[in-house]
């Protein structure tokens, strides 16, 4: 399909471990964004990309976590020495424009045992 | 953003139109009114948004008053499959943290 991309769709995995995370945006968007929802919560952005700027990582809740994004489409966010309250569901969208809504992606499912 | 409000629940019977309220008074002349919504275990949908006309696409139409205070998603004809809580934001276009309130939760019944 044509939608926004996400792998993989779950993820389990011990604490301790590092995790990437993968979003394949809609071809042509130019910005990107990562939220994660807790179960039962709402969304909390994590970073946001468009075009060739410095991303906006401002919502990041620890240097454990980063995220790149690579020739202007892929980006991958990576979990560092994850911890149980890291266990969430992480969202990514594109958008066509920064001023165009957001698309999202299914999300992966991540559990820190 | 503006501070949005919603019922928390809705039934509607399915193959009727379903019409979603939200009231949003303290909404700024360039915030638009973006409606999305989440069924379960999926992400959130994008369905339509609109400053001050009304907006139709191919998932429903948003009407919005004209003083701007208040507006209605409606799905025309519900399907089982449009189950899902619906939220309405309001919104400066540019980048944006979507941030979503609690949302109506629409239950379709047949």
């Known amino acids: 399909g044509a939608g926004v991309s996400q792998s993989p769709s779950n993820k389990v995995t011990e604490k301790g471990k590092d995790v990437e995370l993968r979003c394949d945006p809609i071809?042509?968007?130019?910005?990107l964004y990562w939220y994660r929802q807790s179960l039962g919560q709402g969304l909390e952005f994590l970073i946001y990309?468009?075009?060739?700027?410095?991303?906006?990582k401002s919502g990041l809740p620890s240097d454990r976590f980063s995220a790149e994004r690579t020739g202007g489409s892929v980006s991958t966010l990576t979990i560092q020495r994850t911890q149980q309250e890291d266990s969430a569901v992480y969202l990514c969208?594109?958008?066509?424009?920064?001023?165009?809504?957001?698309?999202f992606g299914d999300g992966t499912r991540l559990s820190i045992l | 953003d503006a501070k949005t409000t919603q019922p928390p629940s809705m039934d509607c019977a399915e193959g009727r139109a379903a019409n979603l309220p939200c009231n949003h008074s303290?909404?700024?002349?360039?915030?638009?009114v973006y409606w999305y919504r989440q069924i379960h275990s999926q992400g959130p949908q994008y369905i339509i948004h609109?400053?001050?006309n009304n907006e139709t696409n191919e998932m429903a139409s948003l009407i919005i008053t004209e003083d701007r205070k208040s507006s209605t998603l409606i799905l025309p004809h519900a399907t089982l499959r449009d189950t899902a809580v619906y939220y309405c934001?309001?919104?400066?276009?540019?980048?944006?943290?979507?941030?979503f309130g609690t949302g109506t939760r629409l239950l379709v019944s047949p």
């Open positions: 990309f468009q075009g060739n700027s410095a991303p906006d």
């Open positions: 934001i309001g919104m400066n276009t540019g980048f944006q943290k979507l941030v």
């Open positions: 071809s042509g968007h130019t910005a």
């Open positions: 969208a594109s958008s066509g424009q920064s001023n165009q809504p957001q698309h």
């Open positions: 303290t909404i700024s002349g360039n915030e638009y």
């Open positions: 609109g400053l001050k």
